[in-house]
């Protein structure tokens, strides 16, 4: 069963139209994180959530929002979709604390902005 | 800035062959490394390495790290189509989130 469940998997939007993307968890990780892939790139963390405690990447335009509702629920939303925002965007969680990060993914939302 | 280079970018091998992926970082107050296979979709757990020297095996697939020439190689033998995939290298240093590469595109044809 899928521990992390991303919502819409595939996404068209026009120019300047309003996204708003889902994630949701299963196993009650207190970090959740939403990065940004384009084609043939790294994935680029866009912001992450330590419990209720927001953290935005410094890079991450103004355009890109998230809320966190509860620990189960983030959301992504882009307000003003650009063609430079045609990506996937990839959803994940993991355990805080000291040590080793292992993250688990959703199978992320594609999105394209045309 | 923390960095993570993956090479090559892209491999093509046939069936059978065995492949040898590289991971190389600069990563302040480095804690560990992580491979991912990522098909089309999420990006799946490999393996994590903290410790120099110590090779990781799952299968066909091992890895290890050396953290004095701060790079980290992941090989596969015997390869199979399904081993078609792209492999992300990450690293956490305990401060900030993952820190991935670009990724190898590894194909295996028949």
């Known amino acids: 069963d899928a521990m992390v469940i991303q919502n819409p998997r595939y996404q068209v939007t026009q120019f300047g139209k309003p996204v708003t993307l889902s994630c949701s968890q299963t196993?009650?990780?207190?970090?959740m994180y939403w990065y940004q892939q384009k084609s043939s790139q790294a994935p680029k963390l866009l912001f992450h959530?330590?419990?209720?405690?927001?953290?935005n990447e410094a890079d991450t335009p103004d355009n890109f929002q998230s809320r966190r509702p509860n620990t189960s629920f983030c959301f992504l939303d882009i307000r003003s979709p650009g063609l430079g925002d045609t990506a996937m965007y990839l959803c994940?969680?993991?355990?805080?604390?000291?040590?080793?990060?292992?993250?688990?993914f959703g199978a992320g939302s594609r999105l394209t902005v045309l | 800035e923390d960095k993570v280079v993956q090479s090559p970018l892209s491999l093509v091998v046939h069936e059978g062959d065995t492949v040898t992926l590289n991971c190389s970082y600069e990563?302040?107050?480095?804690?560990?490394l992580l491979w991912y296979k990522q098909e089309k979709k999420a990006p799946t757990f490999l393996f994590m390495l903290t410790s120099s020297g110590i090779e990781k095996k799952s299968g066909r697939l091992s890895s290890i790290l050396d953290k004095k020439e701060l790079f980290s190689i992941l090989n596969i033998t015997a390869t199979q189509t399904g081993d078609s995939a792209v492999y992300l290298c990450?690293?956490?240093?305990?401060?900030?989130?993952?820190?991935f590469g670009k990724g190898t595109r590894l194909s295996v044809i028949a």
């Open positions: 196993l009650n990780h207190n970090v």
């Open positions: 994940a969680i993991g355990q805080g604390g000291t040590g080793a990060n292992v993250l688990t």
């Open positions: 990563v302040t107050n480095f804690r560990s």
């Open positions: 959530y330590y419990d209720k405690d927001f953290n």
């Open positions: 990450a690293c956490y240093s305990g401060n900030t989130p993952l820190v």
